[in-house]
């Protein structure tokens, strides 16, 4: 089964005052982690999908073997810019089997988890992640989605395509760490230290 990943880094991160994809764990970017965690999950291709703070973004070096889409239109909000991921990654693979989408700030989810959710698609053409108080990104979706995924436009992103389906589920309480302000960035770093 071939699987592509599409990390979303598009984002102005109002909430947080400043570009937090270029926030660094242990000398790593959370954009770059994010899309190492899906390269060790044996996600290919996998494209991040930038936007407000390309160019801060672009000024680095990109992780080998990850593409990057800078999104005109980020600014009509997440369902646009994933509809352009999606798009761009079966550009260059239209064999694809499904795609992962995945959120530059969520620090915690691991390539265990990916491929737990990879293990859960023959039960579901839609996986998610239970953080525990929700459900929501990663998600896993199946080929039979795709014209879905593409066809989001403004916030609508892919809760509002699951929505619309069975989906199983993989509980993950890491991924509830979404670092969307400073305050919640300390709090990480706590934890970590912890």
């Given amino acids: 089964m071939k699987i592509g990943a599409v990390v979303l880094a598009a984002g102005k991160a109002s909430r947080f005052g400043s570009p937090?994809?270029?926030?660094?764990?242990?000398?790593?970017?959370l954009?770059?982690?994010?899309?190492?965690?899906?390269?060790?999950?044996?996600?290919?291709?996998?494209?991040?999908v930038l936007g407000a703070h390309a160019e801060a973004l672009v000024e680095r070096p990109c992780p080998e073997?990850?593409?990057?889409?800078?999104?005109?239109?980020?600014?009509?909000?997440?369902?646009?810019?994933?509809?352009?991921g999606v798009r761009d990654l079966l550009e260059c693979a239209p064999e694809l089997d499904a795609v992962?989408?995945?959120?530059?700030?969520?620090?915690m989810v691991t390539a265990g988890l990916l491929e737990e959710m990879q293990?859960?698609?023959?039960?579901?053409?839609?996986?998610?992640c239970d953080h525990g108080e929700a459900t929501g990104p990663p998600a896993l979706f199946g080929r039979q989605h795709f014209g879905e995924l593409m066809a989001l436009h403004g916030d609508r992103g892919a809760k509002a395509v699951a929505a619309n389906h069975h989906a199983a589920m993989v509980a993950f309480a890491g991924?509830?760490?979404?670092?969307?302000?400073?305050?919640?960035?300390?709090?990480?770093?706590?934890?970590?230290?912890?």
């Fill in 31 to 48: 954009i770059d982690r994010a899309c190492h965690t899906a390269l060790e999950a044996g996600c290919d291709p996998v494209l991040r």
């Fill in 175 to 194: 991924a509830a760490w979404d670092i969307d302000s400073p305050e919640a960035w300390e709090r990480f770093l706590q934890r970590q230290a912890d």
């Fill in 65 to 84: 073997n990850v593409m990057t889409l800078v999104h005109a239109g980020w600014e009509e909000g997440m369902g646009s810019s994933l509809a352009a």
């Fill in 20 to 29: 937090k994809q270029l926030l660094e764990i242990e000398g790593e970017t």
């Fill in 100 to 107: 992962v989408v995945m959120l530059a700030d969520q620090p």
């Fill in 119 to 128: 293990a859960r698609l023959s039960e579901a053409s839609v996986v998610l």
